[in-house]
């Protein structure tokens, strides 16, 4: 990633730490103050995303990979999770929505020490490639499933 791509994701997540809402929703992202520290939202979040039957296929701690060239980032961890039954309708539909899933959630620390959980709206990533009402069941399924999932997380 360039320099000047990494200065511009910085600045929007300043933006967006500087909001004082309990939850926001920007150009199909939404994010959810959580009650907890990063490694609990994320112990819960993870705990969640299986007690829901769905498939983790990876964590990211950008922040370790920061740390690794010499760079600082606040707690900042990536889950990407999901099952072929959520997902393939929606490619059925339109294969573009694959560079979208699986789905993904990231917990991350902001300046003041807050911890919030943003996703990406299902509903927002069927309306950008295009998935047509033949796929409405699944992404309303997968909006109560990720809502569900995301305040089990970081509500008590």
Known sequence: MRLSALVKIIALVAAICSWETQAMATDGLITIKSNFGRADTMKRLEAEVKAKGLTVFAHVDHAAGAAAIDLK??????LIFGNAKGGTPLMQQAQTVGIDLPLKALVWQDEQGATWLSYNDPAYLAGRHGVGEAAKAAVTAMTGA???IATKATTP
């Open 73 to 78: 980032l606040r707690p900042t961890d990536l």
């Open 146 to 148: 990720l809502h569900a």
